[in-house]
């Protein structure tokens, strides 16, 4: 069994900037390779950034440049740093464990003037 908890979403103006994180617990010993997704109203879960062993990152091209994920094996903490924020930014921001089939129950990321 493992938990995940995302949290840091809130409510930005345009341009601004979170720091999402994705903490893990439970049966594991350590995180491995994480995912960062977001679900807008009336769309698909889109996949923004992974990071793997070794630091090895990818992001999507709509959120290149201007996300940075990133981690802290210790605490067993997946970040992501949204800046530059966007009104179609605006979604519901998932972590989940690649391998594992769970996922959290995501932070509400609102980007509003």
């Known amino acids: 069994q493992v938990q995940l908890v995302e949290s840091g979403g809130g409510l930005v103006q345009p341009g601004g900037s979170l720091r999402l994180s994705c903490a893990a617990s439970?049966?594991?010993?350590?995180?491995?390779?994480m995912g960062w997704y977001r679900q807008a109203p009336g769309k698909q879960r889109e996949l923004l950034a992974s990071?793997?062993?070794?630091?090895?990152?990818t992001y999507a091209d709509s959120v290149k440049g201007r996300f940075i994920i990133s981690r802290d094996n210790a605490k067993k903490t997946v970040f992501l740093q949204v800046n530059s924020l966007k009104y179609e930014d605006t979604a519901v921001y998932y972590c989940?464990?690649?391998?594992?089939?769970?996922w959290g129950p995501g932070t509400q990321v609102t980007v509003s003037s």
């Open positions: 990071i793997y062993s070794g630091g090895i990152t």
């Open positions: 989940t464990m690649y391998g594992s089939g769970y």
């Open positions: 439970g049966s594991i010993f350590s995180i491995n390779a």
